[in-house]
């Protein structure tokens, strides 16, 4: 019955315009006659309290209704202010929240960066270091061969002129020193290289850049920490770059500088032994023209004591001949007189003359005969001599003077 009622009343429009001024009862409504059907109770069994009753539910209904949907109204107001606010709220804090990683990004990736660049001109700096050890240690070979050629011709010295003198010193000096320098360029060198791919490993973890980095697999500390981590690796690396440039400047400078010295000082010793060469040469050939001045004065002297001694001959051949004859004289007449006595004298005297001066033609010929052998050993003295002078001025101390020594300054420092 009731859902006849209430559709009744959604049909007629139960609401607040179909009703009259005067009372609850709608004014000049003409309801339609309907059928009767058999066997059906008939549409007038309701009562006018029941209608009443009904439209005035309705009413009541309404309005509840109208009264919740305006409660509704104003809940959905107050979730919309609600929600736009906590909107807003909530885009402010992101807001805030972005900006700060934004400047925290920017700081970090400004910081990168920055290291980077570092990183890049520690790495050209690291690179010319390491362009002028290895042109070091490839122009120190040429003087080291030029050192061991030099110890190879001064071998080819003769006599006593092949000493270890000052000079075999000083090249034995300077090999060693530029084996020395070239062995520690090469330790030198792989430090280098290690330091380089240091750097190119740091360089290369720092190149995708801190926004690439994946941030789902860490939380802002981690991130910050790992960012630091990167950071602190490549200034370690520059640290120790910086290092081994250090070990390559000393490195570099010590070697040039104590190759210097030993070449030097090795051209001072060949300068000087070259210079006490040619004074034992100017000696030897001043004694030797003495010599040669005395050996022809000794010919000469022997040449006139053989003459002398040819002198003696005809004065001894006359005595003999006096004494033979004046032993053939007759009987008594064979006596010693004054005569006889002067002529054995005479004859002993020149035997005596001849004696001394064969004995003084003899020591002649010996001192002469020593004279032409110390005259020879003198000869040879003076080919060694030229010989030293010849390698040590001219081939050594030459090729080392004509060597660009100062070209492995220009070329490497």
């Not at 005595?319 to 004289?329: I, M």
Request: aromatic fraction near 2%; proline fraction near 3%; charge should be neutral.
């Amino acid at each position: 019955m009731s859902a006849l009622f209430h559709h009744t009343s959604d049909v007629t429009g139960g609401c607040q315009c179909c009703r009259s001024a005067g009372g609850g009862r709608p004014a000049n409504l003409d309801f339609p006659s309907l059928p009767l059907v058999a066997g059906t109770a008939p549409l007038s069994q309701y009562t006018v309290a029941d209608w009443h009753q009904t439209n005035h539910d309705n009413l009541t209904t309404c309005d509840r209704r109208r009264a919740a949907g305006a409660q509704a109204r104003c809940a959905a107001q107050r979730a919309i202010r609600d929600a736009d606010r906590a909107a807003a709220q909530a885009q402010r804090e992101s807001t805030q929240r972005l900006a700060e990683r934004a400047g925290a990004v920017g700081r970090w990736r400004h910081e990168v960066l920055h290291e980077l660049e570092l990183n890049s001109q520690e790495t050209e700096r690291l690179e010319e270091a390491r362009r002028r050890a290895e042109c070091l240690h490839n122009e120190l070979a040429a003087p080291l061969r030029l050192a061991e050629d030099n110890r190879r011709a001064r071998q080819l010295r003769t006599g006593p002129d092949l000493v270890h003198d000052p000079v075999e010193a000083g090249l034995e000096r300077e090999a060693g020193v530029l084996v020395a320098m070239r062995e520690r360029l090469c330790r030198t060198l792989d430090h280098v290289s290690g330091s380089l791919q240091e750097l190119r490993e740091t360089r290369t973890a720092l190149y995708p850049g801190i926004e690439r980095w994946d941030r789902t697999q860490s939380n802002p500390d981690s991130w910050e920490e790992h960012t630091r981590r990167l950071v602190q690796q490549s200034q370690t690396a520059r640290a120790n770059s910086a290092a081994v440039r250090a070990e390559v400047e000393s490195v570099t400078h010590g070697a040039v500088s104590e190759h210097w010295q030993a070449w030097t000082s090795t051209n001072q010793a060949l300068a000087a032994r070259a210079q006490q060469t040619q004074e034992a040469r100017n000696r030897i050939q001043q004694e030797l023209s003495r010599l040669t001045q005395e050996i022809a004065e000794q010919e000469r002297h022997r040449a006139a004591l053989r003459r002398a001694l040819a002198a003696q001959t005809p004065h001894l051949r006359v005595a003999h001949t006096r004494l033979e004859r004046r032993t053939h004289r007759p009987g008594l007449e064979l006596c010693r007189d004054p005569a006889m006595d002067r002529l054995q004298g005479e004859v002993r005297e020149i035997g005596d003359s001849v004696h001394v001066l064969q004995r003084q033609l003899s020591e002649l010929e010996t001192a002469l005969a020593g004279l032409l052998q110390q005259k020879a050993k003198m000869e040879d003295e003076l080919r060694v001599k030229a010989n030293s002078l010849l390698i040590d001025r001219d081939q050594v101390l030459g090729s080392r003077r004509a060597f660009p020594v100062t070209s492995i300054v220009t070329k490497c420092l």
